[in-house]
C-alpha cells in the first residue's frame, strides 16, 4: 500500500534477499562459472571504439563538401572584388582615346609629325584578308578557333621556352586575351590585372563569335605611329586600304604589334621587314603556306609609304617636343600643336648632303656617323640631322652628343686675345713650346718661324694659337666660350685653344652665329608659337631685344680672318659662290672632324666621326665634313641674293639692349642724340595760359 514500508522478507536458507532497486536487474553468478571463466587480456594494439563514429569515406565526403562550399563562397567573393573596378562595358571609349595627341609643324606650316591616334574605317571580318587572318593567326594565336579564350597548349609552350631561356622570350596569352586587355584593361603587370584579362576573356568567348572577336581585335590593336586598327596602320605604312593588303603587307602589320615602336615600317623599315621574314616563317610551320610562296614573297619587300619630309625630320621634332615642355611645362600631357622653325627644303638638302657624305667619302673612311645643324643668324634652328639612321638609333648628335670640336675652338681663344688687345697682324713665332710639360704640336709635325695672328688662323697652326691664349688668360678664353654659348663645362687647360674639351654641335653653331650676326647672342630656339588641337594660344615667342656679347672690332676683325680660312687657307673645301666664313676641326687621331661657318644669311656646322669613339681614316675637318658643308650651303642658299659678311651687323645693334659692346652705328646715333639740344620744359603758368 500506499506511504506504508515493507518489511524486507527471508528466504529459505535464512539469509536476508538482497534488495531490489527499481528499474535493475542483478545478475546471479554461480561459483562454478566463476572458476571456469578467465579474465581477457587486453590488445594494446587495438583502440577503443567510440560509439556512434562514421566509416572513413562518409568523413572525406562530408570534408570536401564544406570545402567546395567555402571555395564556392571565396570564388564568389573573388569574383565581386575583380569584377567591382571594371570598366563600363556598354560604354567603351575609342581606343587611343585618352592617348596625348602632339602635332609638331613646320615655319611653312607643314605638318612634320603627328603623334596621337589616328583611325580608319571598320573593316568587317567578311572583308578582311585570308592572308592577313593567317598571318595574325600564325604569330600570335596559332588555336585562336579551339580554345575558349585560354590556350592551355600555348600557355605551357611559353613557360617552357621562358625557363630555357631565362628569361621571359615568349607570350602566353590569346587573342582573346589581348583584346580583353586592350579594350578595358591598363597596361600594368599585376596579379590582379591578369585574373581580371582572364575573367574578360572568357566573358568575351561567351558574348561574341570567334569572327567577332577577331574582327574587334583587328580593328581596335595598335600598330604604332599612332595608327589604331588595321586600315589605320595600311593607310599610314602602304597607302592604301587594308582591304586590298599582300601577304607581304600582312607579315609587316602581323609583326608589329609585338613592338610598334621598334619595328615601326616608316621608321625601321629593315627591322619590320626582318619580323615580318619571322611572320612568314610562322605561316609556313603552321600550313596557312607553302615553302615556296614564303621563298617568293620574302624576296618582293612591299613599298613603304614615307612622311612627306622624311624619318629623318624626327631628330628636329624630338629636340622641339623637349623644347616646348621645357619652356611651357604646363603642357606636360595636354594635346597640343607646335609651330616650329624648321624648313623642309633645307631639312631636306641637309640629309642629302649627310647621306651623300657617308655613302660615299664615308665608308671609304671609316666615319659611320655624322650631325649637321643649320640656324638664322638669330639662332632660328632652320635644319637639323642628328645621325645616320633615326630608325636605328634616335640618340641626337646634334643636340646630346659631347665632342671634342678640334682647332674650331681657336674662335675663343683668338677672340679674347683681341679684346686684350691683340692686332691681326701682330706676329708670332710657330716653333716648339712647353707649357707645364706639355707641348702642343701642328697637325704635320713641322714648325714654320714667322708668321701674324692672321695667317696663324688661316692655316690652324697650334703653337701660335696656344701662344694667343696663355697672353690672353685661359680662363678669358674659357669665360668667352661660355659668354659666346658654349653651355659645357670649359676647364682653362693649356690645351684649351686646341678643343680639348667637349661641346655641343648645336651650342658651336650658335657661337658662330654670334659671329655672324655683328657680335650678338644667338641662342638656339625651335619653337615659334603652342597651341591646343582647338586653337589656343598657350605659348609665343616674342623676339627679344638683342644681347650684345661681343664689340664690333673684334667681330669684324676675326670675321675677316674666318674669311681667309675658306679663301685660302685649311677650309678650301668649303669655298661657296658667295662670301663666307668658316673654321676646321679635328680631334687627336681622327676621332671627331668638324667643320662650322657661316654666311650673311645662316650659320652651320657639321660633325663627322663614330659613336664609340673609333678613329677615322685620314678624316679632318678640311676633307669630309667640309665637303658635306659646301654642298649642304649651296642648296640653302638656291635662290638667295649675294650679301657681303656682317650685312645684318646693323639691324641688330639698332635694336640691341645696352651693352658695352656696342656696332658703330649705334654709337654714331647715340652720339647724334647727345647733341641734340634738350628742350626746355615749360612752367606751370605757360602751359595754363601759353607763351608769348
Known sequence: MEGKKTSASK????????????????????????????????????????????????????????????????????????????????????PGATDRAVVVKSASGATLVRSGPVYGDWIPYGQTPKTLINAFLAIEDQHFFQHSGIDIRGLVRAV????????????????????????????????????????????????????????????RVYFGGGAYGIDAASHKFFGHSARTLSVAESAILAGLVKAPSRYAPHINPEGAWQRAHIVIGAMVRSGMMTATAASKTKSQPPNIVQDGIGAHVRYYTDWVQSEALRIYPESRGRSIIIYSTLDPGMQRAAMLAIKRGLDGEGKKRGASEAALV???????????????????????????AKRQP??????????????????????????KIEIDGWSPKNYNGQYNGDMTVREAMTRSINTVAVQVAERAGRTRVAAMANRMGISTTVEPLASLPLGTEEVRLLDLTSSYSAVGNGGFAATAYGVLEITTMEGQVLYRRTAPRPIAVLAYPAVK??????????????????????????????????????????????????????????????????????????DFMLEAHVGAPKRDLLADAGLYSASASDSPYEHPLTQS??????????KKKKSLLERIFGSN
Open 669 to 678: 646715333r647715340k652720339r647724334q642724340e647727345q647733341k641734340k639740344p634738350k
Open 160 to 219: 617552357i621556352a621562358n625557363v630555357k631561356a631565362g628569361s621571359v622570350r615568349a607570350g602566353g596569352s590569346t587573342i582573346t586575351q589581348q583584346l580583353a586587355k586592350n579594350m578595358f584593361l591598363s597596361p600594368a603587370r599585376t596579379v590582379t590585372r591578369k585574373a581580371q584579362e582572364l575573367l574578360l576573356a572568357f566573358w568575351l568567348e561567351q558574348k561574341f563569335t570567334k569572327q567577332q572577336i577577331l574582327s574587334l581585335y583587328l580593328n
Open 374 to 400: 643649320s640656324m638664322d643668324l638669330d639662332g632660328a634652328v632652320r635644319a637639323m640631322i642628328g645621325g645616320s639612321h633615326y630608325g636605328r638609333s634616335q640618340f641626337n648628335r646634334a643636340v646630346q
Open 406 to 431: 678640334g682647332s674650331a675652338f681657336k674662335l675663343f681663344s683668338y677672340l679674347a686675345a683681341l679684346e686684350m688687345g691683340i692686332k691681326p697682324g701682330d706676329i708670332y713665332t710657330d716653333q
Open 557 to 630: 676683325d676675326m670675321t675677316n680672318m674666318l674669311g681667309d680660312v675658306i679663301a685660302g687657307g685649311s677650309g678650301r673645301n668649303a669655298q661657296l659662290d658667295r662670301p663666307a666664313a668658316g673654321k676646321t676641326g679635328t680631334s687627336q687621331d681622327s676621332r671627331d672632324a668638324v667643320f662650322v661657318g657661316f654666311t650673311s644669311d645662316i650659320s652651320t656646322a657639321v660633325w663627322v666621326g663614330n659613336d664609340d669613339g673609333t678613329p677615322m681614316k685620314a678624316v679632318t675637318g678640311s676633307g669630309m665634313p667640309a665637303r658635306i658643308w659646301r
Open 11 to 94: 528466504n529459505n536458507t535464512g539469509q536476508k534477499a538482497p534488495k531490489v532497486h527499481a528499474r535493475k536487474t542483478i545478475k546471479t553468478v554461480s561459483p562454478q562459472s566463476m572458476k571456469k571463466s578467465k579474465p581477457k587480456k587486453s590488445n594494446p594494439k587495438s583502440k577503443p571504439k567510440k560509439s556512434g563514429q562514421k566509416p572513413l569515406w562518409r568523413r572525406v565526403a562530408y570534408g570536401f563538401a564544406v570545402a567546395s562550399v567555402w571555395g564556392a563562397i571565396l570564388g564568389i567573393i573573388g569574383l565581386i572584388y575583380l569584377a567591382h573596378d571594371l570598366p563600363d562595358l556598354d560604354n567603351l571609349p575609342a
